[in-house]
């Protein structure tokens, strides 16, 4: 029985309907994912604020440890258990590099989909994202982005610069391993959003693009200025998706997307320009690419020479497994004595 039919619901069709099994194990899932966040935050987030006296790089060694096996859940719901299609194009980029990675903003939960590839390159452990500041609010999750050293911005760049290049400058060390993820648009796509970004386009005479929106520069030219003795390459990843664009409840339920499609290109960073205007102009040249990729996506419903990369089932079981396990060794100590007590 389709529960979204039993409240009438008026939303768009998904990929797959929200059944009861559907519903059940979706909330299963996210109260899984909820309190195992919690427990790893409670037990190992003191451990790694204390490594931080002592060594900075080990401490972020620590926590990328305990993030990527935490992290490694998702990829596991969305592949396994939602069985959502994850679909490669482009470059095949070599593993543990440190870059700054730029996307497409479609969706509330397209950075998700990039911990898809950060998992088959090793370094799902090592990604950071600039976002927007409320979400460093967000309970549970909001103190882990504090741990993980996410950077905050408020969309205002007289407030977000200073902020910016602070941050910035405490992930320039080339010995620590990183994936710092920016969507240079700013918010996700909609059609009033493309709108208003082609009107703006059109008026200071710069490409107007249909299916992605005028990137704001300033943010990228400045993480591109402070890391770019200290990364390998820029990855220019293009993000599209088949059916519909998921919410994060589609996510949960497995309800969409069937197909996530990510084309990637690798640049070697000495190939972008080091002058803020050149490396503006090469930001909106690589939107217009995106852009183009994106329109022939919507009639191929593919992009050039897809491939896909299987993730092993026992790998991610044996990882979900062994974070079930650490999150319940959190009730040990209270059982242990009440059976001793008992005794």
């Known amino acids: 029985m389709e529960i979204s039919n039993l409240f009438g619901s008026e939303t768009p069709s998904k990929h797959r309907p929200l059944t009861l099994f559907r519903l059940i194990r979706g909330l299963i899932c996210?109260?899984?994912f909820i309190s195992?966040?919690?427990?790893f935050l409670v037990y190992l987030a003191p451990g790694a604020v204390l490594l931080r006296f002592l060594s900075i790089g080990f401490s972020r060694r620590a926590t990328s440890i305990a993030f990527a096996i935490w992290l490694g859940l998702w990829p596991f719901?969305?592949?396994k258990i939602n069985r959502t299609k994850v679909v490669f194009s482009g470059d095949c980029v070599p593993s543990k590099e440190r870059v700054l990675v730029i996307a497409n903003?479609?969706?509330?939960?397209?950075?998700?989909?990039?911990w898809d590839l950060a998992l088959r390159k090793g370094c799902l452990g090592h990604i950071k994202y600039v976002l927007k500041s409320s979400l460093m609010k967000l309970p549970i999750f909001g103190w882990g982005f504090h741990i993980l050293e996410f950077v905050p911005l408020e969309r205002k760049w007289e407030v977000d610069e200073p902020v910016?290049?602070?941050?910035l400058s405490t992930l320039s060390d080339?010995?620590?391993?990183?994936w710092l993820a920016i969507f240079p648009e700013g918010t996700d796509f909609t059609e009033q959003k493309s709108k208003s970004s082609r009107k703006f386009a059109a008026e200071v005479e710069l490409p107007v693009l249909f299916n992605v929106l005028l990137p704001k520069t300033k943010g990228f030219c400045a993480c591109l200025e402070s890391l770019r003795d200290s990364i390998d390459a820029v990855y220019d990843l293009t993000i599209a998706y088949k059916n519909g664009c998921p919410t994060f409840l589609d996510n949960v339920f497995g309800l969409d997307p069937s197909e996530v499609h990510i084309h990637?290109?690798?640049?070697?960073?000495?190939?972008?320009?080091a002058s803020e205007d050149k490396a503006s102009a090469?930001?909106?040249d690589a939107f217009q690419l995106k852009d183009k990729l994106l329109s022939n996506f919507k009639a191929e419903d593919h992009f050039p020479n897809p491939r896909t990369e299987e993730l092993s089932l026992l790998k991610c079981l044996a990882n979900f497994m062994f974070v079930l396990c650490i999150s319940s060794l959190s009730y040990l100590p209270e059982h242990s004595t009440e059976a001793i007590f008992t005794l």
């Open 30 to 32: 996210l109260v899984v």
């Open 36 to 39: 195992t966040a919690f427990m």
């Open 77 to 79: 719901l969305f592949e």
């Open 105 to 114: 903003h479609r969706t509330e939960v397209d950075w998700m989909y990039l």
């Open 164 to 167: 910016l290049r602070q941050k």
């Open 174 to 178: 080339p010995q620590d391993p990183l």
């Open 264 to 273: 990637v290109r690798r640049i070697p960073v000495k190939d972008i320009p």
């Open 282 to 284: 090469w930001l909106i």
